[in-house]
């Protein structure tokens, strides 16, 4: 691990991974590990799932062609994505902040029809680390050492409606961003109703919504889309991370007459929605359809009551938890990181977005007996943090 030539952006564990099964994953020593972050909401099958293996199969004679020709796995992703949002067109890239940065070139342009170029994203959000979706990120840390970055996006307080309103008002945006769970701000979920009556602000006033369901999408939340709680019907949907089960894609979702605003050419992935990437997706979605949203339903109550054991057998240190389906945040009185390195030794990897704050993001995948295991190592752990503690 100390001997490679890596660019150190990455704040790394001290582990190399090595293979996986199921919901579980060794190291190149052979040490064992509970995996609840499942490359941080990627791997949605686990590990080695067979419609993952069959799908690389139908892959292997072709992997890739460019966006100049058409190829089936595309068109019948593209189709059932349709299919299920109700009729949206799909543009496929590789990532989240990919899908982001499509979902913003989409609003600019829509914007060149009426004559407005401001977005607007909420505080505690990420979008993506490229500049575009960068600034609609609004947190210093990220943002900072990038300035001046892409020009004419403005923040606006998550949850309140009366500040959207007077954004909506004096910046006069073409779009505005949203999370329906803010993930990387430490697994918030938007104040019911907001995603709704914000929606009907911004539409009022002419301005497109995107809804960001990069980490909530795809049967995460135990729906299709988070959203979907809401009475709402997003202009825009950008999608990624478990959509391709381990295998690169993002998509961007868009309103057909949304969509008409992009031209030939105005925008495009060399690798975006390949034949490899497509056949994924349709093997993550196929799951989903057949058994996937039924059983995350399912393990989304056993999880939740395990949460509700921890806060009661550590009610010092477990102040609460907060999410929706497989996706949770552990709320602590205490500096979550040392938690999570602490969780990591003793085989359980999950890690901790913010200071107070130990995200759960399984494979969909997980079943009874790897919830068990989670609940074991983190009792230990909470048990040792509160020994350390009183005898601090």
Not at 25 to 50: P, Q, R, T
Not at 71 to 87: F, R, V
Not at 133 to 156: G, I, K
Not at 260 to 266: D, Q
Request: charged share 20%; with cysteine.
């Amino acid at each position: 691990m100390d001997k490679n030539h890596l660019i150190p952006v990455y704040g790394r564990y001290p582990v190399t991974l090595s293979h996986g099964q199921g919901a579980e994953v060794w190291d190149v020593n052979g040490k064992h590990y509970w995996d609840f972050l499942a490359g941080i909401g990627v791997n949605s099958l686990g590990y080695g799932h067979e419609r993952i293996l069959k799908a690389f199969d139908k892959s292997q004679n072709l992997l890739h062609t460019s966006n100049l020709f058409w190829h089936n796995p595309g068109i019948e992703l593209s189709n059932k994505i349709a299919e299920l949002t109700g009729g949206y067109l799909s543009l496929w890239v590789n990532s989240g902040t990919e899908a982001n940065e499509a979902g913003i070139k989409l609003m600019r342009r829509y914007g060149k029809s009426v004559g407005r170029s401001a977005i607007l994203s909420l505080t505690n959000g990420f979008h993506g680390r490229t500049m575009g979706s960068l600034s609609a990120t609004f947190v210093p840390r990220y943002q900072d050492p990038f300035a001046p970055l892409v020009p004419d996006f403005y923040e606006v307080e998550a949850g309140s409606l009366s500040a959207l309103e007077e954004a909506i008002d004096q910046f006069h945006p073409c779009g505005v961003m949203m999370e329906p769970i803010q993930g990387e701000g430490g697994v918030v979920p938007l104040p019911r109703g907001y995603l709704s009556q914000g929606a009907k602000l911004a539409k009022e006033a002419g301005c497109l919504v995107l809804i960001d369901e990069i980490q909530t999408g795809m049967g995460r939340t135990a729906q299709w889309f988070a959203f979907q709680s809401e009475d709402i019907e997003p202009d825009i949907i950008t999608v990624a991370k478990g959509l391709g089960g381990g295998i690169p894609i993002g998509g961007m979702l868009a309103q057909e007459h949304v969509a008409s605003h992009f031209l030939p050419g105005e925008h495009g992935s060399t690798f975006g929605g390949n034949p490899l990437a497509s056949q994924m997706a349709l093997a993550v979605i196929d799951w989903l359809e057949a058994e996937g949203l039924e059983h995350i339903r399912k393990m989304a109550g056993v999880l939740e009551e395990t949460l509700g054991s921890l806060q009661r057998d550590f009610p010092d240190l477990v102040l609460g938890y907060r999410g929706q389906g497989l996706m949770w945040g552990l709320l602590v009185s205490v500096p979550s990181s040392p938690i999570a390195a602490q969780a990591l030794d003793r085989g359980l990897i999950v890690n901790a977005p913010q200071p107070d704050v130990i995200r759960l993001l399984p494979p969909l995948i997980v079943n009874e007996e790897a919830i068990g295991a989670f609940f074991h190592i983190m009792t230990q752990v909470l048990q040792l943090t509160r020994e350390q503690r009183e005898g601090a």
